[in-house]
């Protein structure tokens, strides 16, 4: 991905930036009407300009703070029931809920507009031309506060469900792993350098994201070639090897040009590492068998999930045939199918092997995987494990038949 695209999202999904966005807006509406009063008909000013907007303005100031304070202890109260119930890597995915800001930063919006109106109302900064224009907007943020309460309410039913985190997390990890199954060498083709001149990190953290178009200016611009060595989720200390180019030597400018290809951070990021999404859901699966929580269903509701996902990882992108890489002087490692059922299913098969029903529905799910070439082999071997491990675990032997019985139609 785009450097300043990963940035501006990053940057976007931060709550306070969308809010202090919609606040801004609001103390624009309540200055400006002023400015558009000479466009107000003078019957329309003597009709609407009276003292009917301070009142509204009045309400909305007085009820906007309340909810708006309602608001975030609910999110707050979500966000602490996910890290509870599911996994704390999922509990960023509640602030960033697209639903979740709009509503936060229309209130606050709308309550910021409204204390703005009332002290120029009282400032006299309005004629009464401008109250009209006033009157007008009062109401367009009425109908946009009951519109969002609404989906807000709405959003609230769903929000601090198990269920509903398991869905943002497959929609994240989904469009990971389809950006990397189009483009599994980010862009370029598989190889390692044996040789050459190391990009080292510049900090100790996790890699985030990597912008394979800018590593390929860098080698146009110096006739080398680019190995990336710590792709998106790897962690690096200080001093790692981020990549390898094909130079005897690199100095500070090219190590600085390089490495501004790689975002480093604390925490791994699903943008652009499939792996992560899927290790969030088996998480949410481990959790679930724990001895606590013993939510067996939510296990077999992660299995399904995965199922899916990995169906779309194997499907092969419909096209005219092989096309030549986008970024020919790149070398990218892949990510194999054994890391991705080992990151989804391993937590399952080993938690959930005492427990029949999510045991056997693992089998099942594996043999529906198993259809698949591409994965036949990674999932015979991770179905024989579990089911070894389900003998070591089930007591009694009519369920270890039974779960053999399953293994063996697979």
Known sequence: MNRWLFLWRKWTRQLWVKATAYAGVGVAAALLAAALAPWVPDDMAERLGGES?????????SSLLGVATFSVG?????????????????AA?????????????????????AIVSVTAINA????????????????????????????????????????????????????ALETRRDA?????????????????????GYVQNVDPSRLQAMADSRDCQVEIVAPPGAFVR????????????CDEEAQADFR??????????????????????????????????????????????????????????????????????LLGPAVTAEELLEDLFGP?????????????????????????????EPVAVLAQAAVERSRAALPIEADIRRLEAVALAR
């Open 93 to 113: 995915l509640v602030t960033s809920d697209d639903e979740t800001q709009k509503a936060l930063a229309t209130f606050v919006g709308a309550f910021l507009y």
């Open 348 to 376: 399952i098969a080993r938690y959930g092997a005492g427990d029949l029903a999510v045991a056997m529905r693992l089998q099942k799910g594996l043999a529906a995987l198993a259809a698949t070439p591409q994965l036949a």
């Open 260 to 329: 501004s290809a790689f975002a480093l951070g604390d925490s791994r990021s699903f943008d652009q590492d499939p792996r992560f999404g899927l290790i969030v859901l088996g998480e949410i699966a481990a959790k679930a068998l724990s001895p606590g929580v013993n939510d067996p269903g939510t296990a077999i509701q992660v299995i399904g999930t995965g199922v899916r996902l990995l169906d779309v990882w194997v499907q092969t992108p419909e096209d005219d045939g092989p096309r030549p890489p986008r970024c020919d002087r």
């Open 53 to 61: 907007v301070e009142s509204i303005l009045t309400i909305l100031a």
């Open 184 to 204: 599994p060498f980010f862009g370029g083709r598989e190889g390692r350098l044996t040789t050459g001149a190391e990009i080292v990190a510049p900090c100790t």
């Open 238 to 249: 200080r001093g790692a090897v981020l990549a390898r180019i094909s130079l005897a030597a």
């Open 74 to 90: 609910a999110m707050v109260t979500a966000y602490t029931s996910v890290s509870t119930a599911a996994s704390p890597r999922v």
């Open 124 to 175: 006299h900064y309005y004629g009464q031309n401008g109250r009209a224009i006033l009157f007008l907007v009062s109401l367009a943020m009425v109908g946009l506060v009951a519109f969002r309460l609404l989906a807000w309410i709405n959003r609230l039913s769903s929000l601090a469900r198990v269920g509903h985190t398991i869905d943002l997390v497959e929609a994240r990890a989904l469009k």
